[in-house]
């Protein structure tokens, strides 16, 4: 199987890392006017994808960094965290405005109406976190440390490695911690010294655990984007076979995501009714069931297929096994 092109113009691990911080960078960057603008959701989306990318690539090429301290994962975090907030106000009010409101009787919709013009207070303030985050020195200096070194890299000894030779090293510490996570045992049982998945459970056993254990869920999903966003990094090192657990990895992410998603809303807007969420808006908070028992039937599927030691075992090969040629091992490199 051929490799593809862009992955011959990669030879060493430095390489590597300077191109994915380079071009995660200049995405996140590339979006900063518009979002301080504040005209259209989709470039926040954009430059917090950016920085997630960004993050990703400094926490996955960690080993090889040697990043000035004002240029480090942790002040990529803090801003990343930020516009997150505004973004997770987005999504919410785009979801009760646009896939919620028109499905519910005219009563429920009175509350929401209330429930918008909080959500959109709130955003209000949010804006104005963003805005003074990004035009604060500190993102400054952010900024122009990352500028700096993409314009000198600088790294540690193993900079001159082949990075198709230290793919496995990168990745397989990651999707180890993934793989070892417990929430994959979260509605399961043991049956002949096996793990099975307890696909018979109805929506209210559903809800009681998500009640008792969504949070571990939760992490997963964030495991979940942090593997996905390093297998990213490397795919013009592997097969279609690679990509195919990429999607897996991003499946997981998602329909977690929508349970995480729908149980966040529920517990805003039961604060926001100060009662039981059933009685005052009962239309809605079963359309919030429906979809979070949706969600958890992809998610078991996915459950079972990555509890299979096979799978797994699948995984772990591809990872060990990248797809390469003399051109992307590359030549023993020259000191720079």
């Avoid at 979002?35 to 994808?49: G, Y």
């Avoid at 500190?138 to 193993?158: C, M, N, T, V």
């Avoid at 495991?223 to 999607?247: C, H, I, P, W």
Wanted: aromatic share 8%; net charge neutral; proline share 4%.
């Amino acid at each position: 199987m051929n490799v593809k092109t862009s992955a011959k113009k990669v030879k060493t691990l430095g390489d590597a890392a300077a191109g994915a911080i380079e071009k995660y960078f200049h995405k996140t960057i590339a979006h900063e006017t518009e979002v301080i603008k504040d005209k259209d959701a989709e470039e926040l989306h954009q430059m917090r994808v950016g920085l997630r990318r960004l993050r990703s690539a400094v926490t996955g090429f960690a080993p090889v960094l040697d990043l000035p301290k004002k240029a480090q994962e942790q002040k990529i975090g803090k801003v990343g965290r930020i516009l997150g907030t505004l973004r997770d106000l987005d999504v919410m009010l785009e979801s009760l405005q646009n896939r919620y409101y028109p499905n519910l009787p005219a009563d429920e919709q009175e509350v929401l109406d209330r429930v918008l013009l909080t959500l959109l207070k709130q955003r209000r303030r949010a804006v104005k976190g963003v805005k003074a985050v990004l035009e604060h020195k500190s993102y400054q200096l952010l900024k122009k440390s990352i500028e700096d070194w993409l314009a000198k890299p600088q790294f540690r000894a193993i900079e001159h490695l082949p990075v198709a030779e230290v793919l496995p090293d990168l990745l397989l510490p990651q999707v180890s911690e993934f793989f070892l996570h417990p929430a994959w045992l979260l509605g399961t049982e043991y049956q002949d010294d096996k793990v099975k998945v307890c696909d018979d459970l109805n929506a209210e056993a559903i809800e009681e655990k998500l009640a008792a254990e969504g949070t571990i869920l939760h992490d997963l999903r964030k495991q979940a984007k942090r593997v996905r966003y390093l297998m990213n990094l490397f795919g013009d090192f592997y097969s279609e076979t690679y990509e195919g657990y990429v999607d897996d990895v991003k499946a997981v992410q998602e329909c977690l995501g929508d349970i995480q998603d729908s149980e966040v809303l529920g517990e805003f807007l039961t604060d926001f009714v100060e009662g039981d969420l059933k009685k005052e808006l009962p239309i809605l908070a079963g359309i919030l069931a429906e979809n979070r028992y949706a969600a958890w039937g992809k998610w078991q599927i996915l459950q079972g297929k990555y509890l299979n030691s096979e799978t797994r075992q699948g995984l772990r090969s591809a990872l060990i096994h990248p797809v390469v040629d003399d051109a992307a091992k590359g030549d023993s490199p020259q000191k720079k």
